[in-house]
C-alpha cells in the first residue's frame, strides 16, 4: 500500500513539477530557437492583423528631393533649418522634433545675410540656428555611442530624464554602491551630440537609436538608455512628453519586463527597456509634409496646429532606411514617429486604462476604432470605454508586463438604439429591436 502510495506521489511529481521546471527554465535561458519562433509569431500577427490609422497629431516635415531642389544639397545651411524651425513654430506645431545631429559647425560660417523674406535678424548661420531654438518647442536629436575606451561624453549637453527606479524583483539584490537600483537599460559609452550652444538653445534632447533584431528587422526600440549615471530619453519620449516634464517611474516587474510611467502614460517594455513597436503599415503611413511647401507657407492653416513634427529627409543618398515586419524601407523619422504615435494613443487611456482597438462593423466593412478601458468589461460582454492594439495587449501579456489584461476585439454589427435603452428601462413600453444581421 505504501509503496503503491509513493510510486504514486512521485509520479504526481513527475507530472507536476518537471514541466514547470522545464518552463522556468525556458523563461530564463530563452534559447535561440524560442527567439526565432517569437519573431516569426509576432511578424505574422502584425501582417494578417487589420491596422488601425496612425495618431493624426504625428506628422513628418519631409526634407525631400523637392526641398532640395528648391533650397540645395544636404546639409543645407544652418539658416535654412532655422527658417523652417521658425515657419513650424509660426504654424501652430505644438513640439518640434529633430531626426537630424548637428555636431559639428556650419561650413559656412563667414555667411553671415539671411534671406530678407525672414526676419531672423544677422549672424553666423549656426547664431541664427541658435536663435531660432531658444523661443522652446524644439527636441534636438543625438546618438548614443558603445565603443568601449571611447573618451567620456563630458562636452555634451544632454537632458536627462528624472527617473524613479522601483524594483520589485532582486529587492536589493543588484543594487548599485549607492544602494539604487540598476536600471535594466542599454548603458552606452559616449554620444554623438550636437553643439553645446545648440543645445543650450534648445533644452531638450533625445537619442536617435534603434537596432534590428539578429535577422535585420526592426521591431522594437529603446526608450530610455543610461550614460554616465544618468537615463536619457529617445527622441519619441522626449518629444511625446509634455514641455518641462522630465519625471517618470522606471519598474522592474520581471527579469523580462519593465514598464516606465510618465505624464500619465504607463509604457509596457522589456527587460532592457525596449519598446515593442506596432506598425500601422508600410512607408508613408503617416502624413507627409514637404519641407520646401513649409518654408514658403504653401500648406493649409492648422495643417499642422498641435501636431507632433518629426523633421526628416527622406531624400535618395540622405536618409536611413531600416526593415521591418511590414516593409523593407522604412526610414528613420518614420520609425521616431511609430514610437510617439504609440505614446501618444497610450496617453489617451491614462495610468488605468488599457488601449483596446475596436472593430465596427458597418456597410459590409470592418473599420477599427480607437477606446480606453477603464473597468472591466460588463457581464454581458460590452466594455465601457475606448482602444488598444490586440497585437499589443497579446505581446504584454506574454512579456508578463503592462496593464493591460485581455485584448477585446467587438464586432458591432448594430449599435445601441434609444429603442434598447428603453427596451431594457421598461420591456413591456419598448419597442422590439431589430435582430442584428447575420
Known amino acids: 500500500m505504501n509503496t503503491s502510495l509513493l510510486r504514486r506521489s512521485r509520479a504526481l511529481l513527475l507530472c507536476g513539477g518537471v514541466p514547470i521546471v522545464i518552463a522556468a527554465l525556458l523563461a530564463l535561458v530563452q534559447p535561440a530557437a524560442f527567439a526565432r519562433l517569437d519573431r516569426a509569431v509576432y511578424d505574422t500577427m502584425l501582417r494578417w492583423s487589420p491596422t488601425a490609422a496612425p495618431d493624426p497629431r504625428v506628422v513628418i516635415v519631409d526634407i525631400d528631393e523637392r526641398s532640395l531642389a528648391a533650397i540645395g544639397q544636404w546639409p543645407w545651411r544652418r539658416d535654412n533649418i532655422a527658417r523652417l524651425i521658425t515657419r513650424l513654430r509660426d ?49 534636438l536629436g543625438h546618438a548614443m555611442t558603445f565603443e568601449p575606451g571611447v573618451p567620456s561624453a563630458a562636452r555634451c549637453l544632454l537632458h536627462p530624464m528624472n527617473v524613479a527606479i522601483v524594483d520589485a524583483v532582486h529587492s536589493g539584490a543588484s543594487l548599485k554602491d549607492d544602494d539604487s537600483p540598476v536600471a ?39 526608450v530610455l538608455m543610461e550614460l554616465d ?56 503611413t503617416f502624413p507627409y509634409v514637404s519641407a520646401a511647401d513649409v518654408i514658403d507657407g504653401r500648406i493649409n492653416p492648422g495643417a499642422l496646429t498641435g501636431k507632433i513634427v518629426f523633421v526628416g529627409t527622406t531624400a535618395l543618398g540622405t536618409r536611413e532606411v531600416v526593415a521591418t515586419p511590414l516593409d523593407t524601407l522604412f526610414v528613420g523619422p518614420e520609425v521616431q514617429a511609430t514610437i510617439a504615435d504609440k505614446l501618444a494613443m497610450m496617453s489617451d487611456c491614462g495610468m488605468d486604462g488599457v488601449l483596446l482597438t475596436f472593430v465596427d462593423y458597418a456597410g459590409g466593412d470592418y473599420h477599427l476604432r480607437p477606446g480606453c478601458v477603464v473597468a472591466s468589461p460588463s457581464t454581458d460582454g460590452r466594455v465601457r470605454g475606448a482602444d488598444i492594439d490586440v497585437l499589443d495587449a497579446m505581446k504584454q501579456r506574454a512579456l508578463g508586463g503592462g496593464t493591460a489584461g485581455l485584448a477585446y476585439v467587438i464586432d458591432r454589427r448594430r449599435k445601441r438604439s434609444a429603442a434598447d435603452d428603453a427596451k431594457k428601462a421598461d420591456p413591456e413600453k419598448a419597442a422590439p429591436a431589430e435582430e442584428p444581421e447575420a
Do not use: M
Not at 102 to 113: I, K, L, M, N, W
Not at 233 to 260: E, M
Open 91 to 139: 504654424f501652430g506645431a505644438a513640439t518640434i522634433a529633430l531626426d537630424i545631429i548637428f555636431a559639428e559647425p556650419d561650413r559656412d560660417q563667414d555667411v553671415v545675410r539671411v534671406n530678407e523674406t525672414w526676419s531672423g535678424g544677422a549672424g553666423t548661420p549656426d547664431d541664427l540656428l541658435a536663435q531660432s531654438l531658444r523661443p522652446g518647442k524644439v527636441v
Open 184 to 222: 535594466p537599460v542599454f548603458h552606452a559609452t559616449g554620444s554623438a551630440c550636437n553643439l553645446r550652444p545648440l543645445a543650450e538653445a534648445a533644452g531638450r534632447s533625445g537619442f536617435l537609436n534603434a537596432a534590428p533584431d539578429a535577422d535585420g528587422v526592426l521591431r522594437r526600440a529603446p
Open 229 to 284: 549615471g544618468s537615463l536619457y530619453p529617445s527622441l519619441a519620449v522626449a518629444a511625446v512628453s509634455a514641455a518641462g516634464s522630465h519625471d517618470a517611474v522606471l519598474r522592474i516587474t520581471t527579469s523580462n519586463s519593465t514598464s516606465l510611467t510618465f505624464d500619465g502614460r504607463e509604457v509596457p517594455l522589456d527587460g532592457k527597456g525596449n519598446l515593442l513597436l506596432r506598425y500601422r503599415g508600410q512607408k508613408r
